[in-house]
């Protein structure tokens, strides 16, 4: 019984680390994933603010038509809503990897559980079968899911 315990600790110490494994990868991937999604939005606001600056050297020139400024204008304003847009789409991509990284996290629990529920089951079998052919009483109790 007592190699038995000691092997089915070794099984799912064996399991759990593979699957912290792939587990700690795949939340590097998504890490990479949030750090891109905000290289890329500072890069495009640097940018908006760049153009902003011309634009605002542009409209200091006092001999400049009013249709002129009226056309800077209205592309500032195009600007600012291309901003919101990309914005808007950086948040949106953020908020998929947050969900996959949730729906990995209940996976990921959901196998533990799946996991020590049939080796558990296995165990109790064979220490139950153990049992009867030495006559013994057993009387274990499962862990509760939580």
């Not at 902003?52 to 001999?63: A, I, V």
């Not at 196998?111 to 030495?134: E, H, P």
Request: proline share 2%.
């Amino acid at each position: 019984m007592k190699s038995a315990l000691t092997e089915y600790k070794g099984m799912l110490n064996t399991i759990v680390s593979s699957d912290d494994a792939s587990i700690k990868e795949y939340y590097g991937v998504a890490n990479k994933e949030m750090d891109q999604a905000a290289d890329s939005r500072k890069q495009f606001y640097d940018f908006v603010k760049q153009v902003q600056s011309d634009c605002s050297k542009l409209l200091d020139n006092p001999n400049l038509l009013p249709e002129m400024m009226m056309e800077i204008l209205n592309r500032e304003t195009e600007l600012v809503k291309m901003a919101n847009e990309k914005d808007t789409e950086i948040r949106q991509q953020e908020k998929e990897i947050e969900d996959k990284v949730n729906k990995k996290d209940s996976e990921k629990r959901e196998f533990n559980w799946k996991l020590v529920g049939g080796i558990s089951f296995a165990l109790m079998t064979v220490a139950g079968i153990s049992a009867g052919v030495l006559g013994g009483k057993i009387d274990f109790k499962l862990p509760k899911k939580s």
